[in-house]
């Protein structure tokens, strides 16, 4: 079946330490998304890419980043620079000029 | 002043009522518009997707964008148990080279 594969479901780190979440699609999409969801604060989009070895910084990209090696593959590194990155991770992907995003089922990551 | 607003509830109804959730938007330059449901501690799936103004029917949910009022609607009938979870509002300028912008999201309860 196609779709968006998120692992590990939950993550523990603690603070200080770098972590890397996975995002893999086999969907064909061209373009992959990464948001950060928190209580009350919606999702908001940290990176995003449209094609592989290319990606563009969202509204709250500081203390992340990224690699599109692979068309399948947009993994996602919180660094020890973000200031509170417990929250739940979405990866999502889409064809280029389509706007129905295909969302993973996310990764709950916390940070103690 | 935030680019969408959505009231994040939470709205409680009874079995078998119509819904309205809604959102409303400052950026003129918006014209595909979308609603997505989310489960509890699952990914969002898109529910309706519109382009500029209207109305779209999908069984038992209606999507209304009025544009001249920057405002747009999602009407659940006959509401069921199933129907509870957090809808999510999300717009777009372009249908390329840009990322959604989401609402926080309205957390729905349907009573039996």
């Known amino acids: 079946d196609g779709g968006i594969t998120q692992s590990p479901k939950y993550l523990f780190r603690k603070e200080g330490q770098n972590v890397t979440l996975s995002c893999e699609q086999n969907l064909n999409h061209d373009a992959m998304y990464w948001y950060r969801q928190d209580p009350g604060q919606g999702l908001r989009l940290i990176y995003y890419?449209?094609?592989?070895?290319?990606?563009q910084k969202g509204d709250i990209a500081e203390g992340y980043s990224v690699s599109r090696e692979k068309k399948e593959s947009f993994p996602l590194t919180v660094t020890s620079a973000q200031k509170n990155p417990t929250a739940f991770y979405l990866c999502a992907s889409s064809i280029v000029g389509g706007l129905g995003y295909t969302f993973g089922s996310g990764t709950r990551l916390t940070v103690v | 002043q935030k680019e969408v607003e959505q009231d994040p509830g939470p709205l409680s109804v009874p079995e078998g009522a119509i819904v309205s959730l809604n959102c409303t938007y400052s950026?003129?330059?918006?014209?595909?518009f979308m609603w997505y449901r989310q489960y509890s501690r699952k990914g969002p799936e898109l529910l309706m997707y519109?382009?500029?103004?209207g109305n779209k029917e999908d069984g038992r949910f209606t999507a209304q964008v009025d544009k001249s009022s920057k405002y747009i609607s999602l009407f659940i009938r006959d509401s069921q148990p199933s129907d509870s979870a957090t809808y999510l509002c999300?717009?777009?300028?372009?249908?390329?080279?840009?990322?959604?912008?989401f609402g926080k999201g309205t957390t729905l309860s349907v009573s039996s």
């Open positions: 950026n003129s330059a918006f014209q595909y």
């Open positions: 999300a717009m777009s300028a372009h249908q390329a080279g840009t990322a959604l912008i």
């Open positions: 890419s449209q094609i592989v070895n290319d990606f």
């Open positions: 519109t382009y500029s103004s």
